[in-house]
């Protein structure tokens, strides 16, 4: 075939050298003349300019594409110390990139202050931001709503002069829940105070957590608390959504709502189950699920198992051959960019989170050797401190944390992280390129 080809393209040069001596031969009218500049111009000079000016303008964005995560060759099982310590910090310059089509949620605490910067640099891969502001409290016989101090309508303009993520600040419920939940007046109050301060600060909705809270005091074991606990949701969702968004009239403001993972393989009176996401799903546009802290220092271990990851998304979707799409759409996986340096010697155990600064000391200081444990999906490595107290420590890596998107996408879900200030840069090319 090759030899057929080049042979026809030769016949094909000889007929066209033919063609050209007689075409000499033959005085040009003008009119031709005419149309042979127009087609060098249109169809040659024109899509030449075109292709330089592209080179120029779009070259270093083909060039960031071309040596992305995946093309360096180090989201893989067995990594390594040096590894990590040469690549973390290179994220790519590429960062309005989003292939995602589910709503990605990112935490920015105000106690890890790169988060804030992460925010404003890759702001075009997350549908919403919430920065940790507002605490909702009891006081005497009323309520106090609190935080406001720390909210930055700078950062926000800046982050909204990027991108679209909507600006959603997570308010947490600490008010006692008998007295609230038992008063109407108390409930409307609660209401009235968030809706308020979401207009007047121009927030695009809010992120609400409450359950844990309830569940501590008890309320969720209690059938008559429970149903009233998640009227107050419903209200406070309705509330919101028949309030405009401040940057467009024609949508209302957003509710997200912060729920925990079930601790077992049987639902409790005090988990969030799937009838209570029915309950709520015309009144909140996402679920953050709290996929995360599986292990604490009394029992040390993974973040983030995949295996319970997919029994709390069972437990509350169904199979995920046969889910409700609409409904799988607003419940949001949660995925950790923290890890846990755990005490594994001695007799009380002990040890806790860690941020990515925390996690790089320990990689430059100790040089450990990465182990790769195929059940719960996560990286862990091994030292000894100055005291010879052993430890085990568990941060996720690119391929764990892809391993997480892949799921969600399988699932057809969102996600939530956190929060992004506790990561490592390279996270973030997950998000562009996954």
């Known amino acids: 075939m090759a030899r057929k080809r080049r042979s026809s393209a030769a016949e094909s040069l000889k007929r066209q050298k033919d063609g050209e001596e007689s075409l000499s031969q033959v005085e040009e009218p003008d009119s031709d003349r005419s149309l042979i500049a127009i087609f060098v111009i249109f169809f040659i000079l024109i899509p030449a300019v075109s292709i330089v000016v592209y080179k120029v ?3 270093d964005r083909v060039i960031q594409t071309e040596t992305s995560i995946r093309h360096r060759g180090i989201v893989k099982t067995n990594i390594s110390f040096q590894e990590i310590l040469t690549e973390h910090s290179k994220a ?14 990112a935490y920015i605490t105000p106690w890890n202050s790169k988060g804030y910067d992460m925010a404003k640099m890759f702001n075009s891969k997350f549908t919403h931001l919430s920065p940790v502001w507002y605490d909702l409290k009891s006081q005497g016989s009323g309520l106090v709503l609190e935080g406001r101090h720390n909210a930055d309508k700078g950062w926000i303009q800046e982050l909204r002069s990027r991108g679209n993520a909507l600006i959603l600040p997570r308010f947490v419920l600490k008010a006692i829940p008998s007295e609230m939940l038992k008063k109407k007046k108390l409930r409307e109050k609660a209401i ?62 957003q509710f997200m709502y912060v729920v925990g993972p079930p601790r077992s393989e049987k639902l409790q009176m005090y988990d969030f189950g799937p009838e209570d996401l029915q309950f709520l799903k015309d009144s909140v546009d996402g679920f953050s699920l709290m996929t995360y802290d599986f292990s604490n220092p009394q029992n040390p271990g993974p973040n983030a198992p995949v295996k319970w990851i997919d029994l709390t998304l069972k437990l509350l979707l169904g199979s995920s051959n046969n889910i409700d799409s609409t409904l799988a759409r607003k419940v949001l996986l949660g995925i950790n960019f923290y890890g846990n340096d755990f005490v594994i010697s001695g007799d009380s155990g002990g040890g806790g989170a860690i941020t990515g600064r925390d996690y790089l000391t320990l990689l430059q200081k100790h040089k450990p050797t990465w182990h790769w444990d195929k059940e719960s999906g996560e990286h862990l490595f091994m030292y000894r401190d100055n005291k010879n107290i052993k430890h085990a420590v568990f941060y996720p890596t690119l391929m764990s944390i892809l391993l997480r998107l892949e799921n969600a996408r399988l699932w057809g879900i969102g996600i939530s992280i956190w929060e992004i200030g506790q990561g490592l840069d390279y996270f973030f090319d997950l998000l562009a390129f996954w």
């Open 92 to 105: 790519s310059e590429n960062s309005t990139t989003r292939h995602y089509d589910y709503p990605v949620l």
């Open 192 to 253: 009235s105070l968030i809706v308020t301060e979401c207009r007047e600060m121009e927030y695009d909705g809010i992120v609400f957590e409450s359950w844990s809270r309830w569940a501590a005091y008890g309320v969720l074991q209690d059938p008559d608390k429970r149903k009233m606990a998640l009227q107050f949701v419903k209200q406070l969702g309705e509330a919101l959504h028949s309030t405009n968004s401040p940057r467009n009239n024609q949508q209302h403001m």
């Open 57 to 59: 303008k779009f070259a």
